[in-house]
């Protein structure tokens, strides 16, 4: 699977579809307390088969959710085959997903972070394919009701965090990295080293946190419930993983290694 929808609940990983493979509708999960292949759980009946990780998990409610992406070459329902359907799939039951809202734009994988506390799933970035527009806006939809997304706040110029995933703890989200052609240099890397923040209850604009240890786009990211964020990098052929603090303004480090390099992957916050 390449660049799937990833999402989680308390005992399970869940990965949805993934381009580049004949499984592009199904949804399939693995436990986290044991040693296991994956299996089927349920099919996405309005998403594509490229979401690179634009999902949001309401754990406490039994719900995954999961937006926007890019259709398989010849889809017919949307611009540049780009998605602006929110649905969700519950954990409990082998339900396909449903959708239960729409998105402001065309959006092709934005970041994503979750207000647990306001029982809110955030989105960043990304892209509208079909007007070429790439916005630098923070948006949210509620997890309580069936919904349409709003914008609440801007992103940092420049920084509109296409391939980027999210961080969260309980008072803001950030995200890290992410990729931006407008800066791109034939043979150089275009990816973006910056972490920027943003407050879940004051609906401020987003501000400079600090910076990657190395620009890079279309890693893992997960959160830890001690304060610290983690991304793994998969720019070139790096393999590292970094951490930063979430509760005081800091920077990337390295601190190990993965297996092997991967990129357009999803990471799960366990």
């Excluded at 279309?218 to 590292?240: E, L, Y």
Aim: aromatic share 14%.
């Amino acid at each position: 699977r390449t660049g799937p929808y990833g999402t989680y609940s308390y005992t399970h990983g869940f990965l949805g579809a993934g381009a580049g493979n004949s499984h592009n509708r199904d949804i399939e999960y693995f436990a986290f307390a044991s040693d296991g292949t994956a299996t089927n759980w349920s099919d996405m009946n309005t998403h594509g088969a490229y979401g690179y990780n634009s999902t949001a998990s309401d754990k406490e409610g039994g719900y995954g959710y999961l937006l926007g992406g890019r259709h398989s070459p010849g889809y017919s329902g949307g611009p540049s085959y780009a998605g602006n359907r929110i649905s969700r799939f519950s954990f409990s039951s082998n339900s396909s997903s449903t959708q239960v809202g729409t998105l402001q734009m065309w959006q092709d994988c934005p970041g994503n972070t979750v207000d647990k506390p306001g029982n809110y799933a955030w989105y960043h970035g990304g892209m509208d394919p079909s007007a070429n527009t790439t916005p630098s806006y923070n948006y949210r939809y509620a997890f309580s009701s069936n919904v349409s997304s709003s914008q609440i706040s801007t992103m940092i110029p420049g920084n509109w965090h296409f391939w980027g995933e999210g961080h969260q703890n309980h008072i803001n989200g950030f995200l890290a990295g992410g990729y931006n052609p407008a800066f791109y240099i034939p043979g150089h890397n275009y990816s973006l080293s910056t972490i920027q923040q943003h407050s879940f209850s004051s609906g401020a604009d987003s501000a400079i946190w600090g910076d990657l240890a190395c620009a890079n786009s279309a890693g893992a990211c997960s959160s830890a419930s001690t304060d610290i964020a983690w991304k793994s990098r998969t720019v070139g052929s790096f393999n590292s993983v970094e951490w930063f603090s979430m509760t005081s303004n800091s920077s990337g480090t390295d601190v190990t290694d993965m297996i092997e390099p991967r990129g357009y992957v999803a990471g799960l916050h366990v």
